[in-house]
């Protein structure tokens, strides 16, 4: 098992930049393949982006591609997203989430571990 504690969330403006961490218990953390996910209010969790535990393969959503960047240290147990010119409609919960690496997913139902989620409020 894992268990996942995002930080890092905020408030800040639109055009700004923001990194949130996820630090991971266990020693098996290289073992995982870890995604960000994002609720907003009324809305379904959506895919931000997945890294593999190697750290060699990335994979973004649409939305967020060009502007995110996710990175992970295997010694620290931690993942990252780097999130640039941020726009209000990224306002949301961010969670990160762990699943044994198999194949590539983006699928939240696919992920049997998450942390308890960040606050990223984005103002016009």
């Known amino acids: 098992q894992v268990q996942l504690v995002e930080s890092g969330g905020g408030l800040v403006q639109a055009g700004g930049p923001l990194r949130l961490s996820c630090a991971a218990s266990?020693?098996?953390?290289?073992?995982?393949?870890m995604g960000w996910f994002r609720q907003a209010p009324g809305k379904e969790r959506e895919f931000v982006s997945v890294i593999r535990r190697s750290g060699n393969n990335t994979y973004y959503a649409a939305s967020v591609k060009g502007r995110f960047t996710i990175s992970r240290d295997n010694a620290k147990n931690t993942v990252y997203l780097q999130m640039n010119s941020l726009k209000p409609e990224d306002t949301a919960v961010y969670y990160c989430?762990?699943?044994?690496?198999?194949?590539?997913?983006?699928?939240?139902?696919?992920?049997?571990?998450w942390g308890q989620g960040t606050q990223v409020t984005v103002s016009s």
């Open positions: 266990g020693r098996t953390f290289s073992s995982y393949d």
């Open positions: 989430a762990a699943r044994v690496s198999v194949r590539l997913t983006t699928t939240p139902s696919d992920y049997p571990y």
